[in-house]
């Protein structure tokens, strides 16, 4: 499985239901593979196929078996590809395992498989909830979810970036938050990192300001918006 420093890298998406992990898999993985040249694909979620094809969600028996599966995918993809963006991995199986029927059994084992990824890209909450079939349990089950997954990340020391935003901010955020794995090795084409400089060249001094943040895009701001 790959490493931090060279490809192959596996890039892994996870968050609760309804925050754009699909959407944003399937845009990053395009986007890298135009911007860079390297080999790229996205590995999308077994679940939503499982209950699609059983027309439930899985009893607590089952769960093992998606975990394996959705790793197993992950790592076929690797085999093939220098970047792979994975839509969910073991850790969300596990987390749900945990939300659903009260048991953190999988917990250990999906920490282990999850230090195999470069990085983790946690979807923020600031997309409205949407229905989707059997998959989706409520809006209600979102910040549990968000917080154990948080709990989790950094209770095992693994580098984990929240990305939010609407529409195509969400890719760009997540661009931003791989870029620094992928300048380590020579890119096939430069375009990325080309545009990122300019990119960063044309932006004002950064300042730490979340305590007093305002803009909209912020995830703080987000939280305090949902609190209020």
């Given at each position: 499985?790959?490493?931090?420093?060279?490809?192959?890298?596996?890039?892994?998406?996870?968050?609760?239901?309804?925050?754009?992990?699909?959407?944003?898999?399937?845009?990053?993985?395009?986007?890298?593979?135009?911007?860079?040249?390297?080999?790229?694909?996205?590995?999308?979620?077994?679940?939503?196929?499982?209950?699609?094809?059983?027309?439930?969600?899985?009893?607590?028996?089952?769960?093992?078996?998606?975990?394996?599966?959705?790793?197993?995918?992950?790592?076929?993809?690797?085999?093939?590809?220098?970047?792979?963006?994975?839509?969910?991995?073991?850790?969300?199986?596990?987390?749900?395992?945990?939300?659903?029927?009260?048991?953190?059994?999988?917990?250990?084992?999906?920490?282990?498989?999850?230090?195999?990824?470069?990085?983790?890209?946690?979807?923020?909450?600031?997309?409205?909830?949407q229905a989707d079939?059997?998959?989706?349990?409520?809006?209600?089950?979102?910040?549990?979810?968000?917080?154990?997954?948080?709990?989790?990340?950094?209770?095992?020391?693994?580098?984990?970036?929240?990305?939010?935003?609407?529409?195509?901010?969400?890719?760009?955020?997540?661009?931003?938050?791989?870029?620094?794995?992928?300048?380590?090795?020579?890119?096939?084409?430069?375009?990325?990192?080309?545009?990122?400089?300019?990119?960063?060249a044309a932006q004002?001094?950064?300042?730490?300001?979340?305590?007093?943040?305002?803009?909209?895009?912020?995830?703080?701001?987000?939280?305090?918006?949902?609190?209020?």
């Amino acid at each position: 499985m790959p490493g931090t420093d060279a490809p192959p890298w596996v890039f892994a998406i996870v968050g609760a239901e309804s925050t754009g992990k699909s959407t944003l898999a399937e845009a990053l993985a395009v986007q890298l593979a135009q911007a860079t040249g390297w080999r790229c694909t996205w590995v999308s979620e077994y679940l939503r196929e499982w209950c699609e094809r059983e027309a439930r969600t899985p009893a607590a028996h089952e769960q093992e078996e998606i975990a394996v599966e959705q790793a197993r995918r992950i790592e076929a993809a690797v085999a093939n590809h220098d970047i792979v963006i994975a839509d969910t991995t073991p850790l969300m199986t596990a987390v749900y395992h945990h939300q659903v029927f009260g048991d953190g059994s999988m917990d250990a084992a999906a920490i282990d498989w999850q230090r195999r990824c470069s990085l983790t890209l946690l979807t923020a909450l600031d997309l409205p909830w949407q229905a989707d079939g059997h998959q989706r349990d409520g809006a209600h089950v979102r910040e549990p979810v968000d917080a154990r997954l948080r709990t989790a990340l950094v209770s095992a020391g693994l580098p984990f970036v929240v990305v939010g935003g609407v529409g195509d901010a969400r890719a760009q955020a997540a661009l931003d938050a791989v870029a620094p794995y992928l300048r380590r090795s020579k890119s096939p084409m430069p375009g990325l990192f080309t545009r990122l400089a300019q990119r960063d060249a044309a932006q004002p001094e950064w300042r730490w300001v979340c305590e007093s943040c305002d803009v909209p895009d912020c995830e703080h701001a987000a939280l305090r918006l949902r609190r209020s």
